[in-house]
């Protein structure tokens, strides 16, 4: 026997075995040698309800040792298309503050772009798409394909207007996305104003309701979704309450009559080829699951997402 470190695991091991790392990935030792780096934001201090979504992360890790190296659907193999590492956490000094931590997890991302790594995230609460948004948009307004039970563009929420419902409509009043090359998929849920709808439709946004999206179906508004962004360098956001509460009760602002997880595959799977520049799944909540049901379908999505941004580095 000779000696492995534990910085890189055997994907033949054992599933309960070996140190977690996000889909058995090697943990990253250095920037240099990596195409797409996969990092835990442990972070839900933006959270307008139930809290929980910083341990994300950790649970997600542990799930995605059930990953493997296929995909099934697509032949897609990750690991072979690209250098996939496990980069760490955002690591955090001012969490107590929702503009420092922000700053803070856009330094690490940026670390990633200025390394030519393609970000994907792991939140968290939704708050985070934005300093993610604002590494990986320095260069003017990208395309955005928004997953999510909310719209995420309302304002302020007790006097703070960086809650995780506003990250969208800071984004576009920054100009990091364009909002013409936006669709929202799966939105859902009653609300006490439609603050939040109004302004993604006064924008531009492509609202796609969750009606809309069973009744025409998810291989159809991945077609749409591709057809708007087109060409543009384009950002993936995924909120785990997407899914209807039966398949991820862990999460903070759970609506009923949401997606099942094989419609979340095929609408990710109905994405390829679009040009990547980054994505993030965020708003998984362990302490709200019931038998690891949500941060396993995390694990299982970021693992289709992850397959979309190795095809991509691969292509160029």
């Not at 690991?79 to 931590?101: H, M, W």
């Not at 985070?128 to 563009?153: C, F, K, N, Q, Y």
């Not at 924008?203 to 179906?217: D, I, P, T």
Request: aromatic content about 8%.
């Amino acid at each position: 026997m000779t000696y492995r470190p534990p910085a890189t695991p055997d994907r033949f091991a054992p599933r309960f075995a070996e140190l977690a790392t996000f889909m058995r990935a090697p943990l990253a030792a250095a920037l240099d040698e990596v195409d797409i780096g996969i990092f835990g934001v442990p972070y839900d201090g933006a959270l307008t309800n139930r809290p929980g979504a910083r341990h994300g992360p950790r649970e997600v890790r542990n799930q995605s040792s059930l990953m493997r190296a296929i995909n099934h659907a697509t032949g897609v193999s990750p690991f072979e298309l690209a250098r996939v590492r496990d980069t760490g956490d955002v690591p955090f000094t001012g969490i107590f503050d929702i503009e420092t931590a922000h700053r803070e997890i856009e330094a690490f991302a940026a670390l990633h772009v200025a390394a030519g790594i393609m970000p994907l995230a792991i939140g968290g609460d939704h708050s985070v798409s934005l300093p993610l948004l604002r590494a990986v948009a320095r260069d003017g307004p990208v395309a955005l394909i928004h997953v999510d039970a909310h719209t995420d563009t309302w304002d302020s929420f007790q006097g703070s207007k960086f809650n995780h419902g506003a990250p969208f409509r800071r984004a576009a009043e920054e100009g990091l996305i364009d909002p013409e090359a936006t669709v929202q998929i799966g939105i859902r849920g009653t609300q006490n104003l439609p603050e939040g709808w109004e302004y993604s439709k006064a924008s531009g946004m492509r609202v796609v309701f969750c009606e809309e999206f069973h009744e025409a179906g998810p291989a159809a508004i991945a077609a749409e979704a591709r057809a708007l962004v087109g060409d543009r360098p384009v950002y993936l956001t995924y909120d785990i309450d997407s899914l209807d509460p039966v398949y991820a009760p862990g999460t903070g602002t759970p609506e009923i009559g949401g997606m099942t997880t094989y419609q979340a595959q095929v609408l990710l799977r109905g994405l390829r080829g679009l040009d990547w520049i980054g994505a993030d799944l965020v708003e998984v909540a362990p302490p709200f699951d019931n038998g690891y049901i949500t941060s396993l379908a995390g694990a299982g999505l970021a693992f289709e997402i992850l397959c979309l941004l190795a095809e991509r580095v691969a292509a160029r």
